[in-house]
């Protein structure tokens, strides 16, 4: 029973584009979410995060924007890059008091062509 | 710059070994979690600790056991390797802005362990 779910298991933008990764879940205890990178043989490599009382966040090329009535949130990177290619994954903490736990998605391979 | 090491990158063992996997975090942070990456299953929660000799099951924690005698050191410990533990594992650490529910975990470049 997933509670994060990223649907799109891959993605292929043009280099240039914007590319879009989208994550559903299903708690609406959730209040904080964040995006990892990562490439093959690495760790994941934190990117961006929000949190359940803002709408959008932006970090140079990286927005994320939450949907709270629709558990929604999507990843634009603008304008993409082959070194954006990778697998991303969103990820989200409930704000129960022992629950330090983030729950992953299964992750959306990136490819950015040239 | 958080910085996460784990001891190996490439493990090769035989079933039935024992298997330590070592992980340090140079920024005080409280919070150390092992999770194993599998093609296809995302990231697992094997074990995490919140506190020196705490720790706490993640969502598979059979036939994994961990240590944490030192706030920047996080062991974990296959008893008994075998194949069905093949995997990328994953040492992470974090720490909360306080009250705030925001937390970040960093990750080490992981150990891909190969049980044969």
């Known amino acids: 029973d997933q509670q994060v779910k990223q649907n799109s298991p891959s993605l292929s933008v043009q280099e240039g584009r914007i590319s879009i990764l989208n994550c559903d879940y299903t708690?609406?205890?959730?209040?904080?979410f964040l995006w990892y990178k990562k490439y093959p043989a690495e760790g994941p490599t934190f990117l961006i995060s929000i949190s359940s009382i803002k709408d959008k966040n932006e970090d140079g090329r990286f927005t994320v924007f939450l949907n709270k009535s629709a558990k929604h949130l999507s990843l634009h990177i603008v304008p993409s890059q082959p070194g954006d290619s990778a697998v991303y994954f969103c990820?989200?903490?409930?704000?129960?008091?022992?629950?330090?736990?983030?729950?992953w998605g299964l992750g959306t391979s990136l490819a950015v062509n040239p | 710059d958080v910085k996460v090491t784990q001891s190996s990158r490439y493990l090769v063992k035989r079933t039935g070994e024992k298997v330590f996997l070592e992980c340090v975090q140079d920024m005080d942070h409280e919070n150390m979690f092992w999770y194993r990456q599998d093609p296809g299953l995302g990231l697992r929660l094997i074990y995490f600790?919140?506190?020196?000799?705490?720790?706490e099951k993640g969502d598979i924690p059979e036939g994994y056991s961990v240590s944490r005698e030192k706030k920047e050191r996080f062991s974990l410990i296959l008893e008994s390797a075998s194949t069905n533990q093949t995997s990328m594992y994953l040492c992470?650490?974090?720490?909360?802005?306080?009250?705030?529910?925001?937390?970040?975990?960093?990750f080490g470049p992981g150990t891909r362990l190969l049980v044969l």
């Open positions: 708690n609406s205890m959730f209040d904080y």
């Open positions: 600790s919140y506190d020196v000799k705490m720790k």
């Open positions: 992470a650490s974090s720490f909360e802005v306080s009250g705030s529910g925001q937390e970040t975990q960093y």
């Open positions: 990820a989200a903490r409930g704000n129960a008091g022992n629950n330090r736990k983030l729950i």
